[in-house]
């Protein structure tokens, strides 16, 4: 008799996205960084585990095989496409702050270059040397982006709580790329807003967005608009364009009536309330 059953501690399968808009959002993604110059040897990154995460990895791993190049580390929540990479020598090491599947537990088990990080290690705020800060490019999702950058991930476009914030406002802060990897709109609804249903992560921290229609960088980094202004193979725009084409598909998004009461505040990193979740009308 045993407690517990090992293979049940992740819930569903982690599958690369099948979906050709997703895929084309991951490679939009890795493209754009080998144009600007960032797939080097001893970069440091960090992608997630949805789908276009999962994909992103992957043609990270194609590029730097392609490249070969070596990153320094991937960090963050580790996945067994993460553990290909180490295994196969394109990364030196591994930081795992969240295993996400059996193959990352396994082999922070038995592989020495497969490092555990606590959450302090990780992204505290008052430290100097949490590793966000060395991160070179961070890979985010988002349920909403408005015009100025701003991303929510905490309430669907209706107003209604989704989940809580992660590390995703200290992956924006700290990394030196901020990219949000984003299809253009789900169910018909627009993910580019003038204004976000709730601001999670400010947007003087996100540099740039990804969809299936092409990329949006944030006017206040220059230095990689200058780096961009020459290709060819990707479209790139400004942000009210994207949200322009986004809505002669969907059109307008109607903003959910909210009332008075407030059911959440959401903290940024150092402790300031930036915005707050009020009950909506049903």
Do not use: W
């Amino acid at each position: 008799d045993s407690i517990g059953d090992p293979a049940l501690i992740v819930t569903g399968t982690m599958r690369i996205t099948k979906s050709p808009t997703r895929l084309l959002i991951a490679k939009y993604s890795v493209d754009f960084l080998d144009k600007i110059g960032y797939i080097k040897n001893e970069m440091n990154f960090q992608t997630g585990a949805g789908g276009i995460s999962l994909a992103v990895t992957k043609f990270m791993a194609d590029k730097m095989r392609e490249k070969n190049v070596k990153a320094k580390f991937i960090n963050g929540g580790i996945t067994k496409y993460a553990v290909e990479m180490l295994k196969e020598g394109l990364t030196d090491s591994l930081i795992d702050v969240q295993s996400f599947d059996l193959e990352a537990i396994e082999s922070m088990r038995s592989d020495k270059n497969h490092f555990e990080c606590t959450v302090d290690e990780y992204a505290n705020y008052f430290s100097k040397g949490c590793l966000v800060d060395k991160l070179d490019v961070g890979f985010l999702g988002a349920t909403e982006v408005d015009v100025n950058f701003n991303v929510n991930v905490n309430t669907h476009s209706d107003g209604l709580l989704l989940h809580g914030i992660g590390g995703h406002q200290d992956v924006a802060a700290g990394c030196d790329i901020t990219m949000i990897t984003i299809p253009a709109y789900r169910n018909r609804l627009p993910i580019i807003m003038d204004s976000v249903t709730t601001v999670t992560t400010p947007g003087e921290t996100v540099d740039v967005i990804v969809t299936e229609m092409g990329i949006a960088i944030n006017p206040l980094r220059t230095d990689l608009i200058e780096k961009a202004k020459n290709i060819k193979s990707i479209p790139i725009m400004p942000i009210h364009e994207m949200k322009n084409k986004i809505e002669k598909i969907t059109g307008k998004m109607e903003k959910p009536e909210k009332k008075d009461r407030i059911v959440a505040l959401i903290e940024y990193r150092d402790g300031t309330i930036i915005d707050v979740v009020r009950e909506v009308a049903l």
